[in-house]
């Protein structure tokens, strides 16, 4: 069967149902077209790519845009000014590095000010931002650098080290604004086609090999009506089950940005939607501190916050936080899996403003990050579940031959939208892999539906979800292997309190060794990133088990 948003489970509250029928409805902003003979909807008031929704920061040129606070630096960038940084720096790619329009310009730094006015000014220049994982190290950046071939990598200090020599490189600070200052901006940004891609984004493969994502410019676009049409449904479903007909105007708001922006949620989420609502973005800084943050929600009233379970878990389990007014948060909403129902309840019991709207959802990077939700009372009612297809999004369930089960039972997760990626960059092997002719990706993972909602079995059966991260076992153990006091490896996800899971190696040693965890701990970091590095160790002195063709059944590891 296929599951959209046009089908109501039998027990959806009248209210969400009055608030879906009268937001989609004809003439309202978010009535949907269907494009022909694709058998896809989209939304008819659209905007027709990033660089329109950039202009339309002029629309607030007084506002704050971004807020930089991490306790011993504040910095701030209003709308104006973003607007002309952008144009400048757009101006700068092109006068001083050639820029034309799909080139390709990598940026590599954690979460500021500066970063945005590169990805902005990318898209302004009619570039493709490419956003590198700031968390990589040397080997895994160089790859990446190989396969899109940048014309310019944007890199800050602390990253700097880490690039190859012969990368054509810029800083990513303060200096940079000077820079672009006295540069002639473009007269306005580039006007890109709807299907054009705007940037690539970097997921881990089965392989453990990063693959770079294609965002469009539809796709991005696509999900910014989403997101404001979930944040309609629940201010008007809020408002008939109190008896009011239509609920207030919003007013701009704040929105705490806890998600690094080269992950799909952070960008996404912060940088593009934050703008075309006219919204005023947090930034507390590349380290997340409960107190700190709790500190930015008091000063700055925040509003919104999109969260991981980890950093969730972490500022609910701070000591002194009921000390904290944290009253102004009446939006939180994170996603990937479902998360414990004790930490839900949790959630609503220490922030109660944001109990009704308290939510999870179900997406990944090849899909926008968003496919379905769970919000508010459907999330009370049904903890378990990740929710409905948000507009626009088709999902079915099929068996491993790709045929389409019955309702209940459990298969692979298929996902159809315009938000699905149109491939990985310059990999399309990869890409017949999980994307269908007819436009269907395969997302590798497990679940079922059942009376309308999705249920998430397992996240791509060995993937590793780590705080957050996506770690694939894979990558790891062939590392392992490469290690002369190693036979045979494999690595498996272990349950942790703090980060969901965590990286556990079982490792049998090579005839005539001694284990050395710390050497091989060693040997892990010196080309995986930190957080793929196993914390858990066994060594064992019998094979690892294996089926009949080898493989090994972690299952009984």
Known sequence: MTLDWRQWPADLSPHWREAETRLLSPGSPFELTENAGSGLATFRNIAPNLGALLAQA????????????????????????????????AGWLQSEHGLQPGDRVAILGANTIEWVVAFWGTIAGGGI????????????????????????????????????????AAPLDESLLDTIRNTEPVASPHQAAPDDTAAILFTSGTTGRA????????????????????????????????????PPAPEPAAVLVTSPMFHVSGLHNAVLTVLAGGATAILPGSRFRPAHVASLIERYRIKSWGYTETLLRRLLEAPD????????????????????????????????????????????????????????????????SVGRPVPTVQIEIRDETGKPVEDGVEGEIWVRSPMVMPGYWNDPEETAAVLSEDGWLRTGDWGAIRGGRL????????????????????????RLLEHPQVAEAAVVGVDSAEFGQEVKAVIVLAPGQQPDVDALRDWCAETLAYFKVPTHWEIRNEPLPRNAVGKVLKHEL
Request: glycine share 8%.
């Open 455 to 478: 249920y998430i079995a397992s996240r791509k059966r060995d993937l590793i979800l780590r705080g957050g991260e996506n770690v694939y076992p894979a990558e790891i153990e062939a």
């Open 58 to 89: 002029q629309t607030f040129a007084e506002r704050s845009y971004i807020i930089y606070d991490d306790g011993a630096h504040h910095a701030e960038l209003t709308f104006g000014d973003l607007y002309d940084r952008a144009r400048r720096f």
């Open 129 to 168: 931002a490419v956003a590198l994982n700031a968390w990589w190290t040397a080997a895994e950046i160089a790859a990446a650098l190989e396969r899109t071939a940048p014309r310019l990598t944007l890199v800050d200090a602390k990253r700097r080290e880490r690039l190859p020599d012969s990368a054509a």
């Open 321 to 384: 936080i009921d000390k904290h007014d944290l009253s102004s948060l009446a939006v939180i909403g994170g996603g990937g899996s479902p998360i414990p129902a004790a930490l839900q309840d949790k959630a609503r019991t220490t922030i109660p403003s944001a109990a009704a709207t308290f939510g999870v959802g179900y997406g990944q990077t090849e899909c926008g990050s968003l496919a379905t939700l769970n919000p508010g009372p459907e999330l009370a009612a049904h903890p378990d």
């Open 211 to 246: 693959r770079g994502v294609m965002q469009t410019h539809r796709n991005m676009t696509t999900l910014v009506m989403c997101n404001f049409f979930h944040g309609a449904r629940m201010a008007l479903a809020g408002a008939l089950a109190a008896g009011v007909d239509q």
